[in-house]
């Protein structure tokens, strides 16, 4: 499944191992019990001028029982500050409000700028911090009419 627009630099496409059975999958956690299942799972990123891998973005989890997700997401260092998250985290955000969820929340460690930046040029807002950690969220209290994440 293809979450960016074709006109895009890089594709979002499901990570190999949500192909698999679901008792073959790896799990997120050893404690626990089941795997995320899709389409809350991990995915990655391919560049479309050659198909490599350049990263990785994902849920945490399922919606939980309020409609909200948590993301999570990464590059190789040769992609990165080229946009590829940028366009990427959107393209799931749209996804995620698709599929009905009304809250997409994401962190970054304070030093991290870049991973700041990413998420507020996604359309994700500051919430808050702690001693380790900026948080981010998106969040939607209309159905789904306009699909730019920052509607």
């Not at 019990?33 to 809350?40: C, K, L, N, R």
């Not at 399922?62 to 366009?87: F, H, L, M, Q």
């Amino acid at each position: 499944m293809r979450t960016t627009p074709q006109a895009g630099r890089c594709a979002v496409s499901p990570h190999p191992a949500s192909a698999l059975p679901a008792s073959s999958r790896p799990r997120r956690t050893p404690a626990r019990a089941s795997v995320i299942p899709q389409p809350f799972g991990s995915y990655e990123i391919h560049r479309r001028e050659d198909g490599h891998a350049i990263g990785g973005p994902g849920f945490h989890g399922p919606a939980d029982e309020n409609g909200s997700v948590t993301i999570g997401y990464g590059r190789v260092p040769s992609a990165r500050d080229k946009g590829y998250a940028s366009e990427a985290l959107r393209g799931l955000l749209r996804f995620a409000r698709a599929c009905g969820v009304t809250c997409v929340k994401g962190d970054a460690d304070h030093d991290n700028i870049a991973s700041q930046h990413v998420m507020r040029a996604a359309g994700m807002r500051p919430t808050g911090q702690d001693e380790r950690v900026r948080y981010f969220e998106i969040a939607w209290t209309d159905t789904m009419t306009n699909t730019d994440p920052r509607s």
